[in-house]
């Protein structure tokens, strides 16, 4: 029997994840669609002067088996990195280890500390894939849930390196989102050495490795899609799609492009339409700056055991 002929949409990490675990599995015939002239999505890496800079992605650990497993199989190389370092309002390089104690006592960490390990004990599933089946609380804002669990220091000494990776502002972004790097970063907190010998970064920049994966896949870049439609042949589902002005004709198709972009070539059914309705999204600016200093570095906030009226 024929594999199905299967579309991905979006060529971001996890369009390429899904491509490359099909090709696996032995799917033959999997095209990606790209509307952009490169592939990773939101893992982008700039170069200037020679140099990469992140905009995205930064890290990786041994912990993150699957990236590392791509990179080992693509023979893309890693090197070893240092936690980020925050700069102060005027410019100066803060360890983020003295600037934590010289927000917070000794005694108001701990404390917190052990609010939030208590709620990831109550909460295990956080650690798992997906968001669905959790408390109404963590759907708040994490500042909000933070308060309500008595951990508001944790997320605010976390809060530079989180939002420098790309996680959006605390106030803001639903708890859950933030709570799964948090609870990674809280363990490596309490293996003694915190983050240090536990990063790597990638010599040409994180987007290196989804371009090596790429170039093992069916991807066409610069090719948006533009129309997509469902329908029945027989007993076969069929979907025509659109894309760089052509059409094709698939059995599966996998949507990996934002949803608040993809309702403008979906045809959505009225379930979908009030889904994608409820799709909220923030404006994020990523401002790079050069310096001496080598390694990854995030602005810090001027937080103090009260809170501020932000």
């Given at each position: 029997m024929a594999k199905p002929k299967i579309a991905v949409i979006g060529a971001g990490a996890s369009g390429l994840t899904a491509a490359y675990q099909l090709k696996e599995r032995g799917y033959d015939q999997v095209v990606v669609f790209e509307a952009d002239d490169v592939v990773g999505g939101k893992v982008r890496t700039h170069f200037h002067e020679g140099r990469p800079y992140e905009l995205g992605a930064v890290w990786v650990t041994k912990d993150y088996r699957f990236i590392n497993g791509l990179a080992d199989k693509f023979g893309v190389p890693r090197f070893s990195a240092k936690p980020m370092d925050l700069i102060d309002h005027k410019g100066a390089f803060i360890k983020t280890p003295l600037h934590i104690l010289g927000q917070y006592n000794p005694m108001t960490l701990a404390r917190a500390g052990l609010n939030f390990w208590m709620t990831i004990r109550r909460h295990p599933q956080i650690r798992n894939c997906g968001f669905h089946g959790f408390h109404s609380d963590f759907?708040?804002?994490?500042?909000?849930?933070?308060?309500k669990y008595g951990f508001t220091p944790i997320t605010e000494t976390m809060a530079p390196t989180m939002s420098a990776c790309g996680y959006g502002y605390y106030e803001e972004v639903p708890a859950l989102y933030w709570m799964k790097l948090m609870s990674i970063l809280f363990d490596f907190g309490l293996r003694g050495a915190g983050?240090?010998?536990?990063?790597?970064?990638?010599?040409?920049?994180?987007?290196?490795?989804?371009?090596?994966?790429?170039?093992?896949?069916?991807?066409?870049?610069?090719?948006?899609?533009?129309?997509?439609?469902?329908?029945?042949?027989?007993?076969?589902?069929?979907?025509?799609?659109?894309?760089?002005?052509?059409?094709?004709?698939?059995?599966?198709?996998?949507?990996?492009?934002?949803?608040?972009?993809?309702?403008?070539?979906?045809?959505?059914?009225?379930?979908e339409h009030d889904l994608f309705d409820r799709i909220r999204t923030y404006k994020y600016i990523v401002t790079l700056a050069s310096s001496d200093q080598k390694g990854h570095a995030a602005f810090c906030r001027n937080v103090t055991p009260q809170r501020l009226g932000h």
């Open positions: 759907y708040l804002n994490l500042d909000e849930l933070s308060r983050l240090f010998g536990q990063l790597r970064s990638f010599e040409g920049g994180f987007q290196s490795l989804w371009s090596a994966v790429a170039k093992e896949l069916d991807v066409r870049t610069g090719t948006g899609v533009t129309q997509m439609r469902r329908y029945r042949e027989g007993n076969c589902e069929k979907v025509d799609i659109t894309a760089g002005g052509e059409q094709h004709t698939f059995d599966k198709v996998i949507v990996s492009a934002p949803l608040n972009t993809a309702r403008d070539f979906m045809d959505l059914a009225d379930e």
